[in-house]
């Protein structure tokens, strides 16, 4: 079984830790229930990041539409390396040069689950199947979605895609653009030019 430590290979391959202010993991305990956190990420290209805590790490993929609160919506959503769950409080100024520099806004956070008695389980076999359906409780994004692996062939980047689609609950709002509705920060309240402001960029 691969340990929390192993799982985090890549993430700490792709970045310098003497320049970035992003956690290189492995302190913090696994938490009571599990974390969620949609991180705006303006690197290359404004973006998305979706993360979900599953065994120890948080699994994660970035979606470059952000997601959709209609249930007829399909959002691409690549697989990306795992992230520590101390990525969750990340806030601030990526270095230019650096794996993703760019700033960095928690849109949403909250807890996630399964609609099972067995929720880790249930979570960990959905993501297995590539039919990954979980409940958020964010402080913004609620109710039941689905990530769907599909069945791409070639590069990685293909191999890795998902699809994102919010179920039909409560929690649609089909007319509702979350995207565009929640621009400041979920965690300060501050807009990605204030956080930039006041992150200026470290060891460039």
Known sequence: MTT???KLTEY????????????????????????????????SRTHF???????????????????????????????????????????????????GGGTVMVSDRGTYGADSDDTEATLREGYRRGDFKFVLKGKRLKGSWVL??????????????????????????PDTDPVAEYLTSAASGRTMEEIADANPEEGS
């Open 49 to 99: 990041d979706l993360r979900l805590e599953l065994d120890g790490v948080m699994k994660s993929w970035a979606v470059p539409k952000g997601p959709s609160l209609d249930p007829s919506v399909k959002r691409l959503a690549i697989h990306v390396e795992d992230h520590p769950i101390e990525y969750n409080r990340f806030e601030g100024t990526i270095p230019k040069g650096e794996y």
């Open 12 to 43: 700490r391959r792709k970045r310098d830790f003497a320049r970035t202010r992003e956690p290189k993991g492995g302190g913090r305990k696994r938490s009571p229930r599990l974390a969620y956190v949609i991180q705006k990420h303006a690197a």
């Open 148 to 173: 769907v692996r599909t069945r791409g062939r070639g590069s990685r980047d293909r191999r890795n895609q998902w699809l994102l689609i919010k179920h039909r609950d409560t929690a649609a709002h």
């Open 4 to 6: 929390r430590a192993g």
